[in-house]
């Protein structure tokens, strides 16, 4: 089993029309995960990365509600038009996205390492079903 370097969790809770709390996935957030599923796909990263649903994250007001392991990096307010911003800045780089950081969720910024990718592994490594939806 592939070990990730970073895992992304992305908030889909649905809750009913008209509940005043809101939700992420009537803000899109199973299309923010898709998207971010489908950037991982195209850059060739399955081995290193992956995006998974989460349910609540307490975060609801600021919702589409990210949060990018092991930095433990949260960001909130997520469309689909920052997707590849996450994707080059965040999780290739290892730079934090500022302008999307949930200030109350996060500690100091911090210096994230880049990815760490080796096309050798990625041939290795990657899975041969469509077995990680
Ligand atoms: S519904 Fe997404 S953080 Fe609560």
Redesign the pocket.
């Known amino acids: 089993m592939p070990r990730y370097q970073r895992h992304i969790f992305v908030?889909t809770?649905l809750r009913p029309p008209g509940n005043p709390t809101g939700?992420?996935s009537a803000k899109g957030g199973e299309q923010v995960r898709l998207a971010l599923k489908e950037e991982i796909r195209t850059r060739k990263l399955k081995p290193w990365v992956r995006a998974c649903t989460s349910s609540?994250?307490?975060?609801?007001s600021d919702?589409v509600?990210v949060v990018i392991y092991p930095e433990a990096v949260w960001y909130g307010r997520v469309t689909l038009q920052d997707v590849d911003e996450i994707m080059d800045r965040h999780i290739m780089k290892g730079e934090i996205v500022e302008r999307l950081l949930i200030t109350k969720l996060n500690d100091a910024p911090r210096r994230l390492a880049p990815l760490d990718v080796r096309p050798a592994e990625a041939d290795a490594a990657l899975p041969d079903s469509k077995s990680d939806e």
Not at 56 to 60: G, Q, V
């Open positions: 908030c809770n939700c992420c609540c994250l307490a975060n609801c919702g509600t």
